[in-house]
């Protein structure tokens, strides 16, 4: 990575300076507005606590939710307030400040009293999505250095992740976001190899870039999810009611083309005649598809494939599930290659899921520690293996 990171400052650049950190607090609210699940709170920690450790005082700016350019309350970030202090270190003197672009957050961000200080929604202000340059330049002043540290926002051009850093110099990269870049960054340009990539989820159009990036890169390419579908179509077989892509069946025969052996596609699929009918689900071969039924999994020969793939990489990118994980028994596709990820992880093979749904399937079955690496950012870490640049990043200062 040749941007910077609160690493590469020296200690009058820290000590007794305020520290504008963009983090990505988007966590999931209970209908009691309790956090349900703090990972990426826990995920900023190590960010915070060195600056705190070096002599800054810290102000965190993130978004929660899609409020539409206006305060909504159930948007608010002061639940994910009272987590965070729950989770900081004790002694340390925290406080959450219901509003961001005002004279009353610029006065609690100078009072040397709080050593973190949290700020209201920065989707609650209308230049935020817009990059407004105003509302940049009004966010720098909250400041003395810029920190971003939210991977899963890097994606956005936002006031708050790529404007400020155009008017708040010293501009580096948080710990977190350090850590994401370094991993998938590897795997793209210098990966121990064999790498494998696992692709899934339910269509090929918003994976294709990916697999158009990733094809030549990778020693083997394995296909599931419901995106499989469209490939079987490609392939002139019978897909029954399974979700397939029409306009993308073309694109898919060029690809099994291109690709060659590099290509891994299911051998049979768990079907049934509607999700909810999962009580019905049985196995076929992928060319006896039933005309009144949908695939909704991979099967248990291909899981076990799969698993073996997997077994022999050095190197492997996980992104998007195997069937519908959410409804078993639609979810031992998935759940079969989660546990491939573990296995080879624990044979030295470096392991990467990319966000989102895998991210969410590998956190269900308790797995997240057991892999190299769980991004996240479904969204930012899909752009970065489409091979896009991501503003947030771009922005901040080069080595």
Known sequence: MNKKTVRDLRPEQLEG????????????????????????????????????????RVILLSHLGRPKGKPEPKYSLEPVGRRLRQLARKGVKGTFVESTDTDDALHVTRDATYQ?????????????????????????????????????????????TEGVAHHLRPAVAGLLMEKELDYLGRALTNPPRPFVAVLGGAKISGKIDVIENMLPKVDRMVIGGAMACTFFRAMGLETGKSLVEEDRVDMAKELLKRAGSKLVLPEDAL????????????????NAIPKSEAMFDIGPASAAMFAREIAGAKTVIWNGPMG??????????????????????????????GGGDSAAAVAEM??????????????????????????????????
């Open 324 to 353: 519908v994980f959410e409804t078993p028994p639609f979810n031992q596709g998935t759940a079969a290659v989660a546990q491939a990820l573990v296995d080879a992880t624990r044979t030295g093979a470096t392991t990467i899921v």
């Open 271 to 286: 079907v049934a005649p509607t999700l909810e009918a999962g009580a019905n689900a049985h196995t076929v071969a992928r």
């Open 116 to 160: 973190v200080v949290l700020l209201e929604n920065t989707r609650f202000l209308g230049g935020e999505e817009t990059n407004d340059p105003r509302l940049a330049r009004s966010l720098a002043e909250l400041g003395e250095l810029f920190v971003n540290d939210a991977f899963g926002a890097a994606h956005r051009a936002h006031a708050s």
């Open 17 to 56: 300076k305020r520290a504008l950190v963009r983090v990505d607090f988007n966590v999931p609210l209970d209908e009691h507005r309790n956090v349900t699940d703090d990972t990426r709170i826990r995920a900023a920690l190590p960010t915070i606590e060195y600056l705190l450790d070096n002599g800054a």
């Open 366 to 399: 308790g797995f997240d520690s057991q892999v190299s690496h769980v991004s996240t950012g479904g969204g930012a870490s899909l752009e970065f293996l489409e091979g896009k640049t991501l503003p947030g990043v771009a922005a901040l200062d080069d080595k």
